[in-house]
């Protein structure tokens, strides 16, 4: 028996244990955002490691969530299935609940993609990176809504997690890339012979014996040495996007990653430092005086709708709003738009349109090093308000975008073998350069 093995099948005997972990991360998740927001905006003098409030966003923003969107590529989602607070209080809030049937509605595989653009574009009218009282309306609305959800429907299951969680989609994506995984054996488990573990409790209502890859699997541990066909392996890094056009198409995994995790999230990373925001800002500012229409100047929106702090002299404008949408919008078309007219046409010159979901997925590597890069950019802005120089995080920084886009690029060329590839993957070449611009924008021609 290998050690993964091993591991995989320690999690299940060890399962009190990972339970009381995850109740552990429930505590320290609550109080670094209930605590906050409840205390004074910290003044202009304080510090990461004298004031709550800043330490709290540092954790959030500069820790917790860059580190965790790595874990999905190095571990595949044991975040969800043995850390995450949401996932833990919507099962347990299952269990105490009604236990209703899934409605169909609820059950459409496009709400992870809604979710995630609405809490993205919400999160920056708000700036839910900047204050504790817009982390605690977005996150904590979320984990209250996993807990009415938990309530409503089915008992000890995580109704949530599976249809409704604003990142679980982002997360599927990106644990396609994970060096381990639960690999289920389907003729093994149908051919054992008793006696026979007791079925376990896959909260995410997955069917165990038809389970294949990472995307889906909350790596919690709980069926691993199921009927002697569940365990834990290691496997290449490129396997689940490679098999694609081998799998169900599911048409909303490439719509998230090209409009959303690409282009809607970099609109949101960059609006703040691009030159074409502000002069967006100033045509239309200058439209509406032209028109002596002043009200969308005003700064008096409330702080849960726009971000309104007077007494830090951060306040948006009505204008300001209006901008920050117009921008996302215009970043998730220029981007995710290009990104999709350019692998339509690769399918196309290949020969195969149904090329376009299989190709669109090669693009995984970029997309999650574009969201490491833009979060961990508050982890750096943090560390240098403390006085950190830190030299070597542009060069870090060009090292990660590089090797996405060629680990994207030797993707789509295995992708595309045994077909006429040359000009197909010159788009797909194409794609992953206008992507990089963007990000090269933000972090170098901008910034110069």
Known sequence: MSRLQQLGDGMRRHARLIRAVQWAVVLVYAALLVVPALLPLPDSQARVLGNLTLLAQFVFWGIWWPFVLLSMVLFGRLWCGVLCPEGSLSEWASTHGRGLGIPRWLRWGGWPTVGFCLTTVYGQLISVYDYAQAALLILGGSTLAAVVVGLLFVRGKRVWCRYLCPVSGVFALLARLAPVHFAV????????????????NCAPLLDIRRLQGASDCHACGRCSGQRG???????????????????????????LLLFGVIGLAMGAFQWTVSPWFIALKQYLAEWLISRDWLWPLQDNAPWWLLTHYPQLNDSFSWLDGLCILLYLAGSSLLFGGGGWLLLRLAAYLAGDRALFRPLALTLTPLGGAGLFLGLSATTVKLLRYEGWVLAWVQPLRAGILLAAIGWCLWLAWQQLKGLPRGRAWLCVLMSTGLIGYGWWLQFWGWAS
């Open 185 to 200: 054996d389907e003729q093994r488990w149908k051919a054992n012979t008793a006696p026979r573990l007791p079925l376990p």
């Open 229 to 255: 066909a569940v365990q834990l392996i290691a496997r290449s890094s490129n396997q689940e996007i490679l098999q694609a056009p081998r799998q169900p198409a599911n048409p909303w995994d490439a719509r």
